[in-house]
């Protein structure tokens, strides 16, 4: 199952999934980009098979039926990809107590409830794997992060805490950490002001040079929940073109 699916890194990570030969439930918020990832999932995918949820990771009530759609259709629920998020660039003078609210509920909370429902669901069979996306703004400062920086904190901390937890049952919870990737949030910001030269500096940060790519991600996420990496848990895989290694 992937959360945030419709677009950005999820959608990347879903298409290649199902390159793989994954049975997929996909889920998101925006009902239309949804059905539009399902259908191009089908169209370029023979024998994909791909269910998908509508629904708002945040709500206890909507993160159980995502989980309970792969059960459903599948019996199990092997791999979780913790992806919803929302990414507002906000200092802290900017942001209010709804902005902070709203990319906890979100970000946080968000993550908490898909791999609370997974690791129930997982438990019987005694395996299972969740990659959860942290981000660099999860593990080093970042200008303009107020909220959503601290919030992928929270994404870092519940990946050690629930790979020590979970591992005598026989379930991986690692993370990535990708810098800053060319999602269509990213392409969008020349538009708003400041955006431009926020890019242009971070694009700069980054020692490679450049922005990564969301099929960049997926890779590492779909290397972390193979049984390739069945000796790795609690762990947090920068993919950030060398920003934390500076």
Known sequence: MITGAASGIGRATAELFAREGARLVITDVDAAALDRCRARLLDDTAG???????????IPNDACRMIDAAVDLYGRIDVLVANAGVIPLLDITQATAEDWDHVMAVD???MFLTCKYAIEAMLPAGHGSIVCLSSISGMAGQ?????YGPAKFVASGLTRHLAVEWAGS???????????????????????????EYLAE?????PMGRIGEPCEVAEAICFLASDAASFITGAILPVDGGYLAQ
Do not use: K, W, Y
């Not at 994909?48 to 945040?58: F, I, L, N, Q, T």
């Not at 379930?171 to 431009?196: H, K, M, Q, S, Y």
């Open 48 to 58: 994909v098979e791909v269910g998908a949820v509508v629904g708002d990771v945040s």
């Open 202 to 206: 971070i694009e700069r940060l980054h």
């Open 170 to 196: 026989g379930i991986r919870v690692n993370a990535v950490a990708p810098g800053t990737i060319g999602t269509e949030r990213v392409r969008r910001l020349p538009d708003e002001p400041g955006g431009a």
């Open 108 to 110: 946080g909370r968000g």
């Open 143 to 147: 200008r303009g992060q107020a909220t």
